[in-house]
């Protein structure tokens, strides 16, 4: 029987590979097998399609592309150029934006792009101006020492990493953190729900540069409208991190409100999670900030990485196809079964259930600690991350809560039926396992944790991973 396209392709890849370094390739192998078996419920993972995965591995590897399209510091970018500006153009097209950066290379990258260009674009500082025109290498200590006094007490507010914002929003050990003179809103104890009476006094009593809007553990829609209406009546800039749902607004699932382009100054995301691209980042704003953005390399970044901007272009094509607004609307459906699953069984959620991609489990509720609950979930197949709840008493290392999310097993076909088998597997593991003798240990009986194995393989069994992809 011959091969299709995506079995030679793949197989031939891993035979060169292999007469280099034949353990990179066995590794390469074991991760597929990994993935295929899996029940994967990490909210910020998915599968990159094989023409995504492909981009990524050319030789435009080999090249250096400071600059931006048509503005290079090395010669031979005319390539490039061409998959960077077809990537920014999906880009724009894709999310109804006037301007793209495709260059970050994650999300947090994005996120530092941001916050330099709001910096320069709102703080009047002859050092910053300086830095703007002149190589880095080029300014006197003076000059940082200027370049620091003037930005270095800057403000920001955004969402606390408790609540569900992202480190980067200002969480105190990041670099946000330390850039910023920062002040974090949480949600309603009551409810789990932003309170968007209590940011905007927040933002009165802060008066910040830059409110933040965007989260990593949130399981709710953003009301965007409100949020730029706060920022605006205290002059700041509203930035938005979408990376976690920008696959819901690309397949507009959120729209109006809750569509974060339309209200935002400037919008960051990465292309992996629920846009099911490569692992990168982007920045879309207006004019008025493209040419500070623009400047991220050599400000924040180092050289673009051709070859993941090559797959930014395929992946973006491919959300810009109708049936990826299918899929989107898919993911809410699944992780609201999901949700309604685990609710019938006696769970415990945080905010009681999901608008958007992720279930937040209180795992308190099992007598669990996160990290005790995410290992016996491992053990039994079922792959997850722990995540703190709102005013988690166990903190951010053992944490109370299991962030699960749909993405991926939408991706793999599962359905709303599969996603309520899925929150039996999971009600099963969490309920038989008890507490060790430290928040890191507990006892699950290994059995148990096979049958669950083999239940998940079985669940699985009719949603094949990559099935046009056969290693051999």
């Known amino acids: 029987m011959s091969l299709n396209a995506e079995s030679t392709a793949f197989r031939s890849a891993l035979e060169v590979i292999r007469a280099v370094e034949p353990r990179v390739a066995d590794a390469i192998g074991a991760e597929l097998a990994d993935q295929r078996e899996s029940l994967k419920l990490i909210a910020s993972e998915n599968y990159a399609s094989p023409a995504t995965l492909l981009a990524m591995g050319n030789w435009f590897s080999d090249k250096y592309a400071e600059g931006t399209v048509g503005r290079r510091f090395y010669a031979g970018c005319q390539n490039v150029d061409t998959v960077e500006a077809l990537a920014a153009e999906h880009a724009r097209e894709l999310f109804g934006a006037a301007h793209a950066y495709v260059q970050p290379h994650s999300g947090i990258d994005a996120n530092l792009v941001a916050f330099w260009a709001i910096l320069a674009d709102r703080v009047e500082s002859p050092a910053l101006k300086k830095a703007q025109v002149r190589q880095v290498n080029e300014l006197t200590e003076a000059d940082w020492f200027a370049l620091r006094r003037e930005l270095g007490n800057q403000r920001m507010l955004g969402m606390s990493l408790d609540a569900g914002g992202h480190l980067t929003h200002g969480f105190r050990p990041n670099i946000s953190g330390k850039m910023f003179d920062q002040r974090s809103y949480g949600t309603d104890p009551a409810t789990g729900l932003i309170d968007y009476d209590k940011v905007a006094e927040a933002a009165r009593e802060f008066k910040p540069l830059i409110l933040v ?260």
């Open 213 to 472: 809007a965007g989260y990593s553990a949130y399981p709710r829609k953003v009301n965007f409208r409100i949020m730029r209406e706060i920022a605006d009546s205290v002059g700041a800039t509203f930035m938005v991190d979408m990376a976690h749902f920008a696959g819901l607004v690309a397949g507009k699932v959120f729209t109006g409100d809750f569509d974060p382009v339309p209200h935002a100054h400037i919008v960051t995301t990465t292309t992996h999670k629920s846009l099911r691209g490569p692992r990168g980042g982007l920045v879309l704003c207006g004019p008025e900030l493209a040419d500070q953005v623009d400047r991220g390399c050599p400000m924040v970044l180092g050289g673009p990485l051709p070859h993941v901007m090559a797959a930014k272009a395929v992946a973006l094509a491919e959300a810009r196809r109708p049936d990826f607004a299918d899929y989107a609307s898919r993911i809410v459906a699944n992780a609201q079964a999901l949700a309604e699953g685990l609710l019938r069984r006696g769970a415990k959620l945080v905010t009681g259930g999901t608008d958007n991609h992720l279930v937040l489990i209180d795992v308190s509720g099992y007598g669990l600690t996160g990290r005790q609950a995410e290992r016996a979930l491992l053990d039994s197949g079922i792959v997850t991350n722990r995540n703190a709840v709102p005013q988690d008493p166990n903190g951010a290392w053992y944490t109370s809560g299991i962030r699960i999310g749909t993405p991926a097993l939408t991706t793999r076909g599962l359905g709303t039926a599969e996603m309520d088998s899925t929150a039996e597997l999971i009600h099963t593991v969490l309920s038989q396992t008890t507490p060790g003798e430290s928040k890191a240990k507990y006892v699950l009986d290994p059995a148990l944790a096979d049958k669950v194995n083999k239940q998940a393989s079985e669940l699985l069994a009719g949603f094949p991973l990559y099935p046009g992809v056969d290693l051999g």
